[in-house]
């Protein structure tokens, strides 16, 4: 068999649409599966926006995730250019090569003539009337230069039969197929003739493509044939659908999305990340776009790992896989017919799996840019501050599953002076509570006295507080954590002092009292 070449072909739209980086990440599995090629192909034909704006997103969804291409833009390759809007030379050639063969037509219909219902737009169509033409009526249709369109045709009484990986046998009439337009008035190919000519020229050798595309595929079958090149193999696979739901992921139903209760946590996370770290508007991303979850803090390999298994599974049980193991196994016959619907509960049990992988040192560097950004750090690599960091992701536990839940505990990286106090937790626990006051003004003059500041010796210490003032742990401890965090909740009670140390606790219980008095 020859060498395994699949390709992925986005418009540049501005943004990488997650399904469709799940029908890029199949080509891609495929290709190095085999050991082939992947070819990324710029289907850029209508473009009217800025191109680089346009395509830079893509490219670095990408490169976050580490799917390489082998030919396309950046790299170049042999089967150049790789940009349609580049190719329309060819496009031109193979398009007069089929009318001289008597393979395609100039259709003079204007567009307003062609009956608009589908069957008598079939029947009108089908008789062809730019055909029937008289030699007078051309030579002066061509004189006035009258615009015209290429059309396929179409032969009659035939089957376009398609063996798709996916899907299997697939059968189109073609008596039920109107002359597709190829070509339009302006030169410009349409989309079937300039994806075919690509796919040919470019060598594929399987087209994996969204399911959206198998009502395209008799069409680019013809002309496949009628150009005389070999068919590549079809897999046309399941959409990407919003949660729970049977409807394709679009960035059209953002509106819905919101308010939906699995999608409703990712957009409150938007909100409450991005403000912090510079993003105003959340930078217009939404959880349909790769980049969201790159910039809120997600690790390419619990994406590819949840992508791998929207449609695609290695057996009935298997979720967490390497990409060494999804390569190795990923074949076209384990893709599904269904749609799978993205899952954000899924997706981060999945980051939250990949982040528990990584050692400390990997964690802090994921965690520091966004400190950094937020203005919480001025240097992430400054060995106290690293350590401090680090001190924190211990603290975390598993509470840390997206890098920028790192921002929640931002009680650690303020100035003692700038901590914010939650005003629900700081009333309850401390500005009603007479006692609460008495005691941290106590438990103050004892933490002052502490020789250990460590989480152990304050355990202890806080113990033989309580017994000595007869009250219970409960009566201090909720207190003493806003006091020093600002906060109702955190990490455990003593390795919240310890990291915060000595001083900065006195500071704060200090600041937490005057407050109670003072407002
Ligand atoms: N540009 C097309 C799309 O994004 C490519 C379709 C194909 O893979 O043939 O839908």
């Not at 595309?213 to 046309?236: D, K, M, R, W």
Request: hydrophobic share 40%.
């Amino acid at each position: 068999m020859s060498t395994v070449r699949t390709r992925f072909a986005p418009s540049p739209t501005g943004y990488m649409h997650i399904g469709g980086m799940r029908t890029a990440l199949f080509n891609w599995l495929w290709a190095r599966h085999n050991g082939g090629q992947f070819i990324l192909r710029i289907d850029d034909t209508d473009q009217e926006r800025n191109l680089s704006e346009a395509l830079d997103p893509i490219l670095q969804a990408f490169k976050w995730l580490g799917l390489n291409w082998d030919e396309g833009p950046e790299v170049g390759g042999d089967n150049g250019p790789y940009f349609q809007s580049e190719r329309n030379d060819l496009y031109r050639s193979a398009v007069d090569q089929l009318l001289t063969e008597g393979k395609a037509y100039r259709c003079y219909v204007p567009t307003g003539e062609i009956p608009l219902d589908r069957d008598e737009k079939l029947g009108f169509m089908r008789q062809r009337p730019s055909l029937k033409l008289s030699q007078n009526e051309l030579d002066q249709y061509v004189a006035e230069e009258r615009p015209f369109v290429v059309r396929l045709m179409v032969p009659h009484d035939q089957k376009v039969q398609i063996e798709d990986a996916v899907r299997g046998y697939v059968e189109f009439d073609t008596n039920l197929m109107i002359d597709p337009v190829i070509m339009r008035a302006n030169g410009t190919p349409l989309y079937n003739l300039a994806s075919v000519i690509d796919d040919a020229q470019m060598k594929i050798t399987h087209v994996i493509r969204a399911e959206e595309h198998l009502s395209n595929t008799p069409v680019q079958v013809l002309i496949f044939q009628a150009l005389g090149y070999e068919l590549p193999q079809f897999a046309h696979i399941p959409f990407v659908a919003a949660p729970g739901g049977k409807e394709k992921l679009s960035k059209r139903k953002l509106d819905k999305y919101r308010k939906s209760p699995q999608f409703k946590k990712m957009f409150d996370k938007a909100e409450a990340v991005f403000p912090r770290i510079g993003l105003e508007n959340a930078g217009g991303l939404d959880p349909v776009m790769v980049e969201y979850y790159e910039k809120i803090g997600y690790l390419p390999e619990a994406i590819l790992n949840a992508l791998s298994r929207l449609g695609w599974s290695l057996d009935d049980k298997t979720e967490i896989m390497s990409m060494d193991t999804i390569i190795e196994n990923f074949t076209l016959d384990r893709i599904v017919k269904s749609a799978a619907g993205l899952d954000p509960d899924k997706l981060l049990s999945f980051q939250s799996h990949w982040m528990n992988q990584l050692s400390m040192d990997e964690k802090v560097e994921r965690c520091s840019p966004f400190l950094e950004k937020a203005g919480l750090v001025q240097d992430a690599s400054a060995p106290e501050t690293k350590q401090r960091i680090s001190q924190v992701i211990i603290g975390m536990e598993d509470r840390l599953k997206i890098a920028s839940d790192i921002l929640d505990f931002d009680e650690f990286f303020v100035a003692d002076d700038q901590l914010v106090y939650d005003a629900k937790a700081f009333k309850k626990r401390i500005k009603k509570s007479a006692e609460a006051v008495t005691l941290l003004e106590k438990l103050k003059e004892k933490l002052a006295q502490a020789s250990d500041f460590n989480a152990e010796a304050l355990d202890q210490l806080l113990h033989d507080f309580v017994e000595q003032e007869g009250v219970g742990m409960g009566q201090i401890i909720h207190a003493l954590r806003v006091a020093v965090s600002g906060k109702g909740t955190g990490i455990g009670m003593f390795d919240c002092l310890a990291i915060l140390g000595k001083e900065s606790c006195i500071q704060r219980i200090d600041r937490a009292i005057s407050l109670s008095q003072s407002e």
